[in-house]
């Protein structure tokens, strides 16, 4: 079983709407967990950070953790074009980032 | 906020050369950096863990006599590829941590 697992997709969603990001780990000693965005060709960007059960919300950006299920989620409201990329679920684990292999979202005009 | 910077972005090197990575964290200092290395439309792909004074701890499977890493500095973390190959030809990618995990901007190693 992989430590970190997301669904590669390409997810197409149609811009307005929510787009939805899963990601599962295995580690229950896990703390920490991110969200990054990734352009091609470039470095990843922080999105979004959660540290405790429940949501967290930034802007257009809602974090969801829950630990018991091992699952973390990443919601975009009033997705936009700007948004399509790849985005890595990484999980802190033992002081260092695991990543998962990343959803490449695309929002259609 | 928290700054890493990465140089070179882009670098061309001969087979058999070795060619290093500059990362460097500018407004804070980090006893600890990551090195990663990504291949295309694949994830970031830990290689080790860079730690001030000492030496580097690198993930199974990754050759620490090639990926020479040097931690001089709570400031900058070296990456040598050493005795270069095309098989190495990926994009490396520093982190440092401060709170968070601040990534460079990556260098697109090309080797020819």
């Known amino acids: 079983q992989k430590e970190v697992e997301q669904n590669s997709g390409p997810l197409s969603v149609p811009e307005g709407a929510i787009a939805s990001l899963n990601c599962t780990y295995s580690?229950?000693?896990?703390?920490?967990f991110f969200w990054y965005r990734q352009y091609s060709g470039k470095s990843p960007e922080l999105i979004m950070f959660?540290?405790?059960?429940g949501d967290k919300e930034d802007g257009r950006f809602t974090a969801q953790l829950n630990k018991a299920s091992q699952y973390v989620s990443l919601l975009i409201r009033d997705s936009q074009p700007s948004d399509s990329a790849t985005y890595l679920c990484?999980?802190?684990?033992?002081?260092?980032?695991?990543f998962g292999t990343g959803t490449r979202l695309t929002i259609i005009p | 906020g928290a700054v890493v910077s990465q140089h070179p972005s882009r670098v061309i090197c001969k087979s058999g050369t070795s060619v290093k990575i500059e990362c460097r964290s500018l407004?804070?200092?980090?006893?600890?950096m990551f090195w990663y290395r990504q291949f295309p439309k694949q994830s970031l792909m830990l290689m080790a863990t860079?730690?001030?004074?000492?030496?580097?701890?690198?993930e199974q499977g990754v050759e620490k006599d090639k990926f020479l890493i040097n931690h001089a500095s709570l400031t900058l973390s070296t990456l040598t590829v050493t005795s270069a190959h095309p098989e190495d030809s990926s994009f490396y990618i520093c982190?440092?941590?401060?709170?968070?995990?601040?990534f460079g901007s990556g260098t697109r190693l090309t080797v020819v």
């Open positions: 959660i540290y405790s059960n």
């Open positions: 990484a999980v802190n684990i033992q002081e260092k980032l695991t």
């Open positions: 407004d804070f200092q980090a006893t600890t």
């Open positions: 580690d229950r000693g896990s703390q920490s």
């Open positions: 982190s440092a941590s401060s709170l968070l995990y601040t």
């Open positions: 860079s730690n001030e004074g000492s030496k580097a701890t690198y």
